[in-house]
């Protein structure tokens, strides 16, 4: 990013009308961008400031502004649903990240979480079963983060077993991961974390059964809901949508065992 902070040919920029809606843009030399309410050029935004106004051809005004990893989570192009920015705050809190530890993630969809972790310093690998999803997850982390992250995506099965070891972190978005909790109690460090992402409150009670059975602790499980508020004038009240059930979270810590500690990176 250029010290004067003007927009530059490749970045991707954050659209917003009027109606705050928001648009995902990446930009490019001679190129338009088409909405209903007019046409942008390109042109327009290169060399701009971030957080200025723009018109399009209909004198409509827009917003510009580089978009945040939520935006980018929201906007960005998926091949599996994404788990929603409020939930990725409260893993990165819930998993305790933080930089230089090592997670292995399970599937990694469309690169949501993984872009969270590595923005927060960790050093990821991905185990993914679909390879249409590790290349859309791979393209939309490099979009943003560029080539230089530590980051590897693997296509194979975690039920099959996890080949690193002293791992920090394991974190889990797929329909069984009880069919991975005793691979993760060997990959895990003592001490650390296994976090798993569901849908269903009787996934969640299979899954804690299963850890139950094993050596870990701590376990404890719980689900976000975000309600937003209008303010405007006198006029202040909850909004009339809010972002409500998306996953329950699951965390266990892995205790103190017959667990390999030596770490192993990740083959590259």
Known sequence: MADDGALRVGERVLLVDTKDRRYLVRLREGATFHTHSGIVAHADLIGASEGSTVEANTGRPFLVLRPTLADVVLKM???AQVIYPKDLGAILLAADIAPGMHVLESGVGSGALSMTLLRAGATVIGYELREEFAATAKDNVTSLLGEAVDYTVEIRDVTAGIDERGLDRVLLDMPTPWDVVEGASVALRPGGIILCYLPTINQTAQLRAALAAGP?????????????????????????????????????????????TERVSPAR
């Open 77 to 79: 192009p998926r091949g």
């Open 216 to 260: 870990w602790g701590l376990a404890e499980s719980f689900e976000l809901l975000r309600r937003s508020w209008h303010i405007e004038a006198r006029s202040v009240r909850p909004d009339h949508r809010m972002v409500a059930h998306t996953g329950f979270l699951t965390t266990a810590r892995r205790l103190s065992g017959e667990a390999p």
